[in-house]
C-alpha cells in the first residue's frame, strides 16, 4: 500500500505520497502539481508549493531580500515541517459558493 | 669660471625660474653661488634629475625578480603541448623522474587516481625537493579522490612542514612551496597557512605554466571571497598574456571564469569559456577538473556538455562523486558541513542556481529540463537537508 501524509491546511486537508529514497534511506513528500491542479483551502485561498516561481501579484516579505518564490511572498503562509503551504493574496482567491 | 643666471639656467633646462631657484637652495647645482637674493650658476652645470624618479629606480630594480627553473615541479602544468598530444609529450622526455611526475599529472588530470597515487608515491621523500613537492600535491588530490584521507593529509602536511622550515634566504624555495601550499589550501576551501608570503613576492619567479596555475588558485580564491569581476579580471588577464598554450593551466582558468559568469548570471559568456575549457581538455581526455569543479559551474556541464557527450559526462560525474566524497571527509572534522551529502548532481546544481536566486524556469531553461523536473529536484534535495525555504537553502549552499 501507498504510503501517504495527511496535512490540514486552514480547513483542506491534503494527502500527500511518499516515496522512499535510497540514497537518504528515507521517505520523501511527492508534492502534485498545484499549478496545473489547483487546490484551494475553504476560505478560497489556493495552496501552493513553497518554491513555485513568485507570480506577478507577490509583495517581498523582507526588503533586504529578492522575491523570487512563494516563499519569499509576505502573502505567504507556510505550514511546518513541510514544503506546502497557502497563498493568501486576495488577488490569488477564488469565490467560493456557498 | 663662466656664470649663467638663474633666467639663462630656466631656459636652458625648459624649467622655471623658480624651480631653479629651489635647485639652487637645495645644494642640488655644484658650484651655484648667491649674489644678494640671487643665484649664479656656472654655465657648464648638468640639469639636476627629477628627485622622485631618481628614487623610484633603484626601489623597482630591487624588486625585480628573475623566473626561475623549476624542472621537477609539476612539468605537465608547466608545459605548453598541442592538445592531443599530451602523451606524444611525456614519452619523449628522457626516463627519469620528472617523466615519472608528468606521467602521475596525466593520470590525476584525466580522472585515474589510483595510477596517479602508485606514481608519486615513491617520491614522496627524496633530495630533489621540486620532486617532492610535486608528488605531495598529486598525492594529496589523488588519495582524496581514491578516500585514503589519512595519505591526503599526511601529504598535505609534510608541504605545510616544509614550508615552514624554509628560510627567508631561499626565496626559490619559497616560491614553490608558496605555490604548491596555496594550491592545496584554496581549492579544498581550507584557510591559507599562516606563513604564506604575499603573492607577489613568489609569482614572478615562478615559470609561465607554474605562475598560470599560481594565478588560477588566486582567482578561485577571489571567487570564493564573492569578488566576481576581480576573479574574471585575474583570469581574462592571465589567459591573455600567455604566448603560448599550456592546456592545464588554461583549462583551470577557463572554469573559473564559468563559475564567475554563472554567479553574474551571464550564460552565454560562461559557455564560451566552457567550451573554451572543453576544446583543450577533450583531445587528452584531461576530464578531472570539470569533475572538481562540478558545483560550482552551475548547472553548465548538464547543459552543455550531457546534451552532446553523454559518456563523457558519465564520467565527469563519477569523479564530481569520488572528488567531493573525499573534499567533505577532509573538511568535517573542522567544520561539520556536509553540504553535498546525499544530493545527486543534478539536485546539487539546481539547488546552486535556486541559492544564487535564479527562478526555476531560468533553471529549466538552463539545464533543458522542465520547470516540474527543476522543482522535483530541489524539493527532494531541500527535504535531504531538511531545509523549508530558499532562504535557508542560501544560507546551506553558499555561506
Given amino acids: ?98 | 669660471m663662466e656664470y649663467i643666471t638663474v633666467r639663462d639656467a630656466a631656459q636652458k633646462w625648459n624649467i622655471s625660474e623658480r624651480l631653479v631657484q629651489k635647485y639652487c637652495a637645495t645644494g642640488r647645482i655644484a658650484g651655484a653661488k648667491k649674489f644678494g637674493t640671487s643665484w649664479v650658476i656656472p654655465a657648464g652645470a648638468v640639469k639636476p634629475k627629477d628627485p622622485r624618479k631618481a628614487q623610484r629606480a633603484p626601489a623597482m630594480r630591487r624588486e625585480r625578480r628573475q623566473s626561475v627553473s623549476y624542472p621537477g615541479l609539476m612539468p605537465l602544468m608547466n608545459t605548453a603541448f598541442e592538445p592531443g598530444r599530451c602523451l606524444e609529450f611525456i614519452h619523449d622526455m628522457a626516463d627519469d623522474p620528472q617523466k615519472q611526475i608528468a606521467l602521475a599529472e596525466y593520470y590525476y588530470f584525466s580522472g585515474q587516481p589510483e595510477k596517479a597515487v602508485r606514481e608519486t608515491e615513491l617520491f614522496l621523500t627524496g633530495a630533489d625537493r621540486d620532486i617532492q613537492l610535486s608528488a605531495c600535491l598529486i598525492y594529496a588530490y589523488a588519495n582524496l579522490s581514491v578516500g585514503k584521507i589519512q595519505r591526503a593529509r599526511y601529504a598535505l602536511t609534510a608541504v605545510q612542514e616544509m614550508l615552514a622550515s624554509v628560510s627567508e634566504k631561499q626565496p626559490e624555495m619559497r616560491a614553490a612551496l608558496s605555490f604548491v601550499s596555496s594550491a592545496a589550501a584554496v581549492l579544498l576551501h581550507l584557510p591559507l597557512p599562516e606563513r604564506l608570503p604575499p603573492m607577489q613576492e613568489f609569482l614572478p619567479m615562478l615559470p609561465m605554466g607554474i605562475r598560470m596555475f599560481a594565478l588560477y588558485v588566486n582567482a578561485h580564491y577571489t571567487y570564493l571571497q564573492k569578488e566576481y569581476q576581480k576573479s574574471l579580471g585575474i583570469v581574462e588577464t592571465t589567459l591573455g598574456m600567455q604566448t603560448e598554450e599550456y592546456p592545464i593551466p588554461s583549462i583551470y582558468l577557463h572554469l573559473v571564469a564559468v563559475m564567475d559568469y554563472m554567479s553574474l548570471k551571464q550564460r552565454d559568456k560562461a559557455k564560451q569559456h566552457l567550451l573554451a575549457a572543453w576544446e583543450l581538455a577533450k583531445p587528452d581526455d584531461l576530464i578531472e577538473g570539470f569533475g572538481e569543479h562540478h558545483g560550482l559551474l552551475g548547472g553548465m556541464l548538464e547543459a552543455v556538455i550531457k546534451p552532446e557527450y553523454p559518456e563523457d559526462f558519465k564520467r565527469i560525474i563519477a569523479i564530481t562523486y569520488r572528488f567531493s566524497a573525499g573534499w567533505r571527509r577532509i573538511h568535517n572534522p573542522d567544520t561539520g558541513h556536509d553540504v553535498a551529502d546525499n544530493l545527486t548532481t543534478t539536485e546539487f546544481a539546481a539547488c546552486m542556481l535556486a541559492a544564487r536566486g535564479w527562478t526555476n524556469q531560468e533553471i529549466g531553461d538552463h539545464m533543458n529540463i522542465s520547470v516540474n523536473t527543476v522543482k522535483w529536484h530541489i524539493t527532494n534535495a531541500m527535504q535531504k537537508l531538511g531545509i523549508g525555504s530558499r532562504q535557508d537553502l542560501k544560507n546551506y549552499m553558499l555561506l
Fill in chain 1, 1 to 98: 500500500m501507498e504510503k501517504t501524509k495527511k496535512y490540514h491546511v486552514e480547513g483542506a486537508t491534503l494527502t500527500i505520497p511518499l516515496r522512499y529514497d535510497e540514497t537518504s534511506g528515507r521517505y520523501m513528500e511527492v508534492y502534485p502539481d498545484f499549478i496545473e491542479n489547483p487546490i484551494y483551502t475553504p476560505e478560497g485561498h489556493p495552496i501552493m508549493l513553497t518554491l513555485e516561481d513568485a507570480c506577478a501579484f507577490g509583495e517581498k516579505k523582507d526588503a533586504n531580500e529578492g522575491l523570487v518564490d512563494c516563499g519569499s511572498c509576505r502573502f505567504y503562509r507556510q505550514v511546518q515541517n513541510t514544503l506546502i503551504g497557502v497563498c493568501g493574496c486576495e488577488k490569488k482567491r477564488i469565490n467560493i459558493v456557498e
